[in-house]
């Protein structure tokens, strides 16, 4: 079988279950099996491939179970990032969170930034690459997630990883910027989530009953560890930009940002 032969393969066993995405899906499958980038498909395409080795990946698709997982990293900003099982899947709206908060940092000669609940340390990481002067404090309280944490941060100087639950005393540097991708699905909800959704983990995705239960921490945390000319970043779900803002109590202004499809995403606030 040929790389080409093995998309199709895939491809069609895909579409004829109803998987969504089945032409990306399978892409993304066969290039990184065959140890190539997806723009070098159509190099490789008649390349000799082992279609044993689609088996076990296509039966977990088709269970429901994420690419992502599947593959075992995934992309995000300009660097690829270890996932799976106990850990937040990086998704491409909250590229638009590290590309402001990189902006921020830069502002600043030697920043000293947070990332709470830091999951994967997607945006600490993706930030501390592109801001070499600043100090990045990834903090993350499940130890699953802390694995890929430490995982994804080796060889980056600037990122210093700590585990600890932004919902009880955390002692830090004061900080000049603070950013974070909180769990912010009302519980009710969780059921209702798409089933590749279902399998991340319930910690990172549960933001209480009214989804706001960590912005309520993080407001805390910003009122004793925020610098008084520092900025705080949060991701926010597309319905939550009139309630966020009125939870940073302890903040002065807060802008709420949309993002490339006009929903609802980032606020920013400072003192």
């Avoid at 998309?7 to 066969?30: H, T």
């Avoid at 065959?34 to 698709?61: C, M, W, Y």
């Amino acid at each position: 079988m040929t790389l080409g032969e093995a998309y199709k393969y895939a491809l069609n066993c895909l579409e004829k279950n109803g998987v969504d995405e089945a032409d990306f899906k399978s892409l993304c499958l066969v290039c990184t099996l065959a140890g190539i980038e997806n723009s070098a498909f159509q190099a490789h395409k008649n390349d000799e491939f082992d279609e044993v080795t689609l088996t076990e990946p296509l039966i977990r698709i088709l269970g429901g179970e994420p690419l992502q997982y599947i593959l075992g990293e995934w992309d995000f900003y300009d660097s690829r990032f270890k996932v799976g099982d106990g850990v937040l899947i990086p998704r491409p709206e909250t590229e638009e969170l590290v590309d402001l908060a990189i902006k921020t940092a830069k502002q600043y000669e030697s920043p000293v930034i947070y990332d709470l609940c830091a999951g994967s340390g997607c945006i600490g990481i993706s930030i501390a690459k592109a801001v070499p002067s600043a100090k990045v404090y990834c903090v993350e309280k499940s130890k699953k997630a802390l694995a890929y944490l430490h995982n994804n941060s080796k060889g980056v100087g600037n990122v210093r990883v700590i585990l600890g639950d932004i919902l009880n005393p955390i002692e830090l540097p004061e900080a000049d910027i603070i950013v974070s991708n909180p769990p912010y699905i009302k519980t009710a909800d969780l059921a209702g989530l798409q089933s590749e959704v279902q399998f991340e983990p319930k910690m990172a995705l549960d933001g209480g009953e009214d989804g706001l239960v960590f912005y309520r921490a993080i407001n805390i945390i910003a009122k004793t560890n925020l610098k008084k000319s520092g900025t705080l970043l949060l991701e926010i779900g597309s319905e939550q930009g009139d309630e966020v803002p009125k939870v940073l109590t302890n903040l002065g202004t807060a802008e709420v940002i949309r993002d490339i499809y006009g929903n609802d995403r980032i606020v920013k606030a400072t003192f």
